[in-house]
């Protein structure tokens, strides 16, 4: 019992020190722990690519039973043109993303749904895609994200002054 | 007891409920994986040896199903159907069976739905983890797919002899890491997480139940530290024990890492009893693809009173694609038990592999 007790004491003394670490305001953010005794850490599989899982089905990325309709629709997108969803606006200069566009505003640059179909290409990185899910919830990330996006529109504006003015 | 009964069937009421009251379904899933982790076992027990071709329960061979349902922006329900098929249970084993074990175990693991929120937490129902599994079991150090604070997976099965040959017990009935009901047929909540720290409940079989409380953080430019203990409490018809355990595990950014874990049960039936206990500290460094580590664990009066039990062990682990991992480790054991003198060391070593597909 005495053993147990002072081996109790150590951890009372390691939590007591993480504690300590975390008031002094150390950099720091709470994690995901996955137990990896009993399984292996979220990755790739040998056979089952990068994820490590076989998608049977999956309404976001696809699969390999994709619903017909899925397919048949984003065939026809390609064919018109129209996958990339993104529209440049030449009155205000801004560049709209896929979320929140109305179908008048689909009127589609070259440039842009190439813009659009490589962000595509790199979605399909999943580790990628998920370190970027996750940088973006942090406050610094965020703030990083939305400086990015106010330059792409003053860079946009900046182009459509100097057409303006040819 | 009724209590519980009318807690579990309104909470089953609720989840049929916001299943049909919420929105389709925005996005879908529907995944297969798992992993095969082979490996040789051999093992001495001071009289004789043996080599035996295993399925390392440390992480047996496993395969699952698993899908889930996006409704609006807030709500998740899921799947797991998740068996392990098992062809010689590393821990199955003694000295002299020439034999396999059996033919194949094919065994449950999880069959659950959950209902999640993003404010309100997750609720489980079927057969899956209680809230105390893996309570004793948290390891930041790398190499515990071969030595982790669950020491009996490596080689459970072999008994302690005497020097005459005369059989005491199997190392799996002298030690045990107190790591709660593993998994069970229950239903089971999860609180959101506040910062680094949830909570967990479960109801089960036998008007069992336990609680636990789980933490981790990682600091800049220092490292990862993560926890989890537990408690449930006594004199319930299927587990008539109190208990309670914790592990604590600290990743240093050099590699270095720490980690400890201790646990007791108090046996209310049984008059005369001492409390079983156990300890296990491990000390391990992890670089690239490399992790090694040392442990040492004890575990005092877990079979009978008077009995102590001690274990150090080396592993090594190296994954050298993410997919894979190749691992080797050794342990020693030893047992002191009242009145029962000459009891042989056993040692035991195991190399193997982890697939995972």
Known sequence: ?166 | MKKFSRLGIFALTMAITILLILPSAQAVDFKISGHINRAVLWADNGNDNDTFFVDNENSNSRWRFTGSNDFGEAWTVGITWEVEMESNSSDDFDIGDNNDTSDVSFTERKIEFYVQHKTFGKLYMGQGDTASNSTSEVDLSGTDVVEYSDIVDMAGGINFRTGDDVIVATIGSVYSNYDGFSRRDRIRYDTPKFGPVYFSASYMNGQTWDTAGRFSYEWEGIGKLAAAAHYTGAETQRDNFSQYSGSISFLHSSGFNITGAAGTRDFNDEPGRDDGMFYYGKLGFRRGIHAVSVDYGRAEDVDQNGDDFDTIGLAYVINPWESIQFYGGYRYHTLDRRGVNNIEDISAVMIGGRVKF
Request: contains cysteine; proline residues 3%.
């Open chain 1, 1 to 166: 019992m005495h053993y147990f007790q002072t081996t109790l004491n150590k951890f009372l003394w390691i939590g007591l020190a993480a504690a300590i670490l975390m008031s002094c305001g150390a950099k720091g953010k709470p994690y995901d722990y996955q137990p990896t005794a009993d399984e292996m850490k979220e990755g790739p599989g040998v056979f089952t690519g990068e994820e490590g899982e076989f998608t049977i089905y999956d309404s976001k990325k696809g699969g390999s039973f994709r619903k017909n309709h899925e397919e048949k629709s984003k065939e026809a997108s390609a064919e018109t043109g129209k996958e990339a969803p993104v529209s440049s606006d030449t009155a205000s200069g801004t560049t709209k993303v896929a979320a929140g566009q109305t179908s008048k505003e689909a009127q589609v640059t070259p440039e842009a749904a190439k813009e659009f179909q490589e962000f595509q290409e790199w979605k399909k990185e999943q580790k990628e895609f998920r370190e970027f899910q996750e940088w973006k919830k942090t406050s610094k990330g965020a703030a990083e994200y939305k400086e990015f996006l106010e330059w792409k529109e003053w860079k946009s504006y900046q182009e459509w002054k100097k057409r303006q003015g040819q």
